[in-house]
Antibody
């Protein structure tokens, strides 16, 4: 059974780069038909899609974040990563990694989420 | 429009049936999927496709779609169904992801 686990710093200073990694356990990140996704949730707010990556390296990003976001995949390590640059307090959120099954158009597996606070 | 619109809050009497809706132009082309999120927890997929439930999701959860509106129905709502519910689909281009703003369900 595939499980996802986010890891990374819980505190980032303003103007720095937020870096998170999602480790895929129990399955292959190179399986066809799955997009590996980052989603965030500001405190008390709804879900915001950040972007996703296919195992080939093809990426799609939320247009509102595109200039600041980079998602990469390391198939050998069954990990994919998020980098969000020039963060501000507005980037304080719970960050989730999730697997999107393109065929059913649904996020079928989620990580538990990791809280990231942007503060000096 | 590249948005999915949900009512912010809905309430239902214990044991009654409740429908949560999601509206958006892209729903004319793509099915929605639905997620239940309880406080402090990650979202959980409850409905996808025309009306499909992942393993472990009870059949009191069902989905439907008509035109630009997708619906999640909970038949016989229980206290444990009190949660935030989010719809999701693709945008018109098919490449980007949309989430509805979420509906907070209260079971009275």
């Amino acid at each position: 059974q595939v499980q996802l686990q986010e890891s990374g710093p819980g505190l980032v200073k303003p103007s720095q780069t937020l870096s998170l990694t999602c480790t895929v356990a129990g399955g292959s990140i190179s399986s066809a038909g799955y997009y590996w996704t980052w989603i965030r949730q500001h405190p008390g707010k709804g879900l915001e899609w950040i972007g996703h990556i296919y195992y080939t390296g093809s990426t799609y990003y939320n247009p509102s974040l595109k200039s600041l976001v980079s998602i990469s995949v390391e198939t050998s390590k069954t990990q994919f990563s998020l980098r969000l640059s020039s963060v501000t307090a507005a980037d304080t959120a719970v960050y989730y990694c999730a697997r999107k099954d393109w065929g059913i158009n649904a996020f079928d597996i989620w990580g538990q989420g990791t809280m990231v606070t942007v503060s000096s | 429009s590249s948005e999915l619109t949900q009512d912010p809050a809905v309430s239902v009497a214990l044991g009654q049936t409740v429908r949560i809706t999601c509206q958006g132009d892209s729903l004319r082309s793509y099915y929605a999927s639905w997620y239940q999120q309880k406080p402090g927890q990650a979202p959980v997929l409850v409905i996808y496709g025309k009306n499909n439930r992942p393993s472990g999701i009870p059949d009191r959860f069902s989905g439907s779609s008509s035109g630009n509106t997708a619906s999640l129905t909970i038949t016989g709502a229980q206290a444990e169904h009190e949660a935030d519910y989010y719809c999701h689909s693709r945008d018109i281009s098919g490449n980007h992801v949309l989430f509805g703003g979420g509906t907070k369900l209260t079971v009275l």
